[in-house]
């Protein structure tokens, strides 16, 4: 577990590793511009994608299912807010307990592919989540249960910066998820966050300022991070409120605790406690992926796959070797694409312009796209998937990296 308790710069870091982990803090700290474009040393380097990273929104996925059963506007809505707390440990401090600290995910190629599906008690739950811009880099990603009538889609990009030993990133981009059975919708913001533990060598993520949830049924979550705990005096502490759009006084329920461990949630008017969730002991389902030798050559784990094994043997040399291979071959691509005058065709999403669902829902939250620094609005494209499905297996195109 990574923290910020060490005896001086570079405590979590191996003593072979000192001299580059110092380098690389000193180049953080002069460069001017967007830090994901800065090469990590290799002890950082994730072996994972970060097109994989849309599956933390769903590994309990019962939870993600669980608003469609519920008749009460206002109940559907608290368990909205209860789902997407319960990602929140997934998406950012998971991979910190797995591998002991933060790592640098590889960055995804345009068109690059992650596929896979959850399969329990909830029923089949199915991913879909493509790169769909390279500059800037955005992933746009779906996520739905046909048995339950529950849809999330979602796209963002990050834009990362230096200050006082600490990286801080602001994601761009939004999620909607959405419940057949009543029609209804919910515009989720997406939070900012910085990765704190540097000067040690242990990156670790924090969450900060506020985001929201708004429905299409009248009723808004503001979640608010406490960083590094200042109410609480723990890390990853968070406070909800629940209430009627527009009427933020008239909390109708209040989650507060440790978006990593666990939160309680309380009834406010009567401060009774209707339930204690901990992300932590609730164990996630596993995503089933294709065996690599029945994955697109667009599929992230077979496209990284020799990259993966080298950064897993700590073989730098290798690679840099296979990096290289996929880089210089999409760079050959899209030289192609402006000689023939064309771009790229994403398989599964397109780029829209907003509806006036959309934009009511974002202007109650006051929320404003930044389509400019994601190359587009992004929407999960159906007539697309339609087509795909109706294509026999050989026809959907292996296309080269």
């Known amino acids: ?38 090469t990590a040393p290799p002890f950082i380097l994730s072996s994972t ?8 929104w769903a590994e309990h996925p019962s939870v993600f299912v669980a ?15 209860k789902w997407f707390l319960s990602t929140l440990k997934q998406q950012y401090s998971s991979r910190n307990e ?9 960055n995804p190629f345009l068109g690059e592919l992650f596929l896979g599906k959850w399969e329990d008690e909830a029923g089949t739950t199915e991913l879909i989540s493509e790169q769909v811009s390279h500059h800037p880099p955005v992933t746009a990603y779906t996520i739905w249960n046909q048995e339950h009538g529950v849809r999330l889609q979602g796209y963002n990009g990050q834009k990362a910066s230096f200050s006082v030993r600490t990286i801080n990133v602001k994601q761009i981009g939004h999620a909607i ?36 949830i708004q429905s299409s049924s009248g009723y808004t979550s503001k979640i608010s991070y406490s960083g590094k705990g200042w109410v609480s005096g723990k890390k990853n502490s968070f406070t ?25 949630i309380r009834d406010a008017k009567s401060k009774t406690e209707i339930e204690t969730y901990s992300p932590k002991a609730s164990q996630t389902t596993p995503l089933t992926i294709a065996p690599l030798d029945q994955q697109d050559n667009l599929e992230s784990r077979r496209a990284w796959h020799a990259v993966a094994e080298a950064i897993g043997k700590g073989d730098m040399e ?18 192609k694409e402006r000689e023939e005058g064309r771009e790229w065709e994403r398989r599964y999403f397109s780029g829209v312009e907003p509806d006036e669902k959309f934009k009511l829902l974002a202007g109650k939250l006051g929320y404003q796209l930044e389509a400019d620094k994601t190359g587009g609005v992004w929407r999960w494209d159906e007539a697309k998937y339609q087509t795909l499905l109706k294509m026999p297996p050989q026809a959907d195109s292996k296309t080269s990296t």
Request: overall charge negative.
């Open 1 to 38: 577990m990574s923290s910020s308790n060490g005896n001086g710069e570079g405590a979590g870091v191996a003593a072979a590793n000192k001299g580059s982990w110092s380098s690389f803090l000193k180049s953080i700290a002069s460069f001017s511009g967007d830090l994901s474009s800065l």
């Open 49 to 56: 994608s970060l097109v994989e990273y849309s599956s933390y």
């Open 67 to 81: 608003p469609a059963s519920e008749s009460d506007a206002a109940k559907r809505a608290l368990l909205v807010l």
């Open 98 to 106: 797995k591998l002991g600290s933060e790592k640098k995910p590889l």
């Open 177 to 212: 998820y959405h419940i057949g059975a009543y029609n209804e919708d919910y515009l989720i913001t997406l939070p900012s966050l910085h990765i704190e533990g540097l000067v040690y060598g242990s990156p670790y993520v924090e969450l900060n300022s506020n985001t929201y």
């Open 240 to 264: 909800a409120t629940l209430y009627p759009e527009g009427k933020e006084k008239d909390i109708l329920y209040s989650v507060e605790g440790q978006w990593n461990d666990s939160f309680t």
């Open 318 to 335: 290798v690679t840099g070797t296979e990096k290289s291979k996929i880089e210089n071959a999409q760079r050959e691509l899209r030289k």
